[in-house]
T-cell receptor, first 116, second 113 residues
Framework: AQSVTQLGSHVSVSEGALVLLRCNYSSSVPPYLFWYVQYPNQGLQLLLKYTTGATLVKGINGFEAEFKKSETSFHLTKPSAHMSDAAEYFCAVNPRLLEYGNKLVFGAGTILRVKS | EAGVTQSPTHLIKTRGQQATLRCSPISGHTSVYWYQQALGLGLQFLLWYDEGEERNRGNFPPRFSGRQFPNYSSELNVNALELEDSALYLC????????????FGPGTRLLVL
């Protein structure tokens, strides 16, 4: 079964510090990979995605992620945290398998807190 | 470009009633997806509609149903509401040429009393 594991349900960083949110997946074939952000009482906003090509992908708001097939990982990073980055972040995979019918499988989410 | 829109933003129902949630996809998108985000249960896939047909269904009982209209908008119906149906219901859409990428709306928060 396809699954997504986000290490750490809560991550706290100081403003200006590096942000690292971890995501590992299990899949029999390399999936499509996504990071979404959810601000309180809002929907999900797509941060970035990996489908094919370059394994280091850049997204909005200064975030980037690297697909590492050998480690089945897709960790999200940002060099310098800003107070406005405080939100919940979800890693998701599209398994690219017929039986999954294009649905996204989500991790449990990581709440990012940014301290001033 | 307008994003995915959902209505209503909030909905309060009592047990046993029916709820209808609506979604308009991004212009040009043909696929619509529904997800449930319930407290403690995470984001769960409900339904996928494409070109008016139901293409995939998540592990939910039959009282969760929906449809997609010719203009690609969609509605989700939940019959015989139960307390545990209280959740944020998110709609997403994707383009025919890039179905793997889903864009989400703001959600409808359903509260069942």
């Amino acid at each position: 079964a396809q699954s997504v594991t986000q290490l750490g349900s809560h991550v706290s960083v100081s403003e200006g510090a590096l942000v690292l949110l971890r995501c590992n997946y299990s899949s029999s074939v390399p999936p499509y990979l996504f990071w979404y952000v959810q601000y309180p009482n809002q929907g999900l906003q797509l941060l970035l995605k990996y489908t094919t090509g370059a394994t280091l992908v850049k997204g909005i708001n200064g975030f980037e992620a690297e697909f590492k097939k050998s480690e089945t990982s897709f960790h999200l990073t940002k060099p310098s945290a800003h107070m406005s980055d405080a939100a919940e972040y979800f890693c998701a995979v599209n398994p690219r398998l017929l039986e999954y019918g294009n649905k996204l499988v989500f991790g449990a989410g990581t709440i990012l807190r940014v301290k001033s | 470009e307008a994003g995915v829109t959902q209505s209503p933003t909030h909905l309060i129902k009592t047990r046993g009633q029916q709820a209808t949630l609506r979604c308009s996809p991004i212009s040009g998108h043909t696929s619509v997806y529904w997800y449930q985000q319930a407290l403690g249960l995470g984001l769960q896939f409900l339904l996928w509609y494409d070109e008016g047909e139901e293409r995939n269904r998540g592990n939910f009982p039959p009282r969760f149903s929906g449809r997609q209209f010719p203009n690609y908008s969609s509605e989700l119906n939940v019959n015989a509401l139960e307390l545990e149906d209280s959740a944020l219901y998110l709609c997403a859409s994707s383009a025919w040429a890039a179905q793997e990428t889903q864009y989400f709306g703001p959600g409808t928060r359903l509260l069942v009393l």
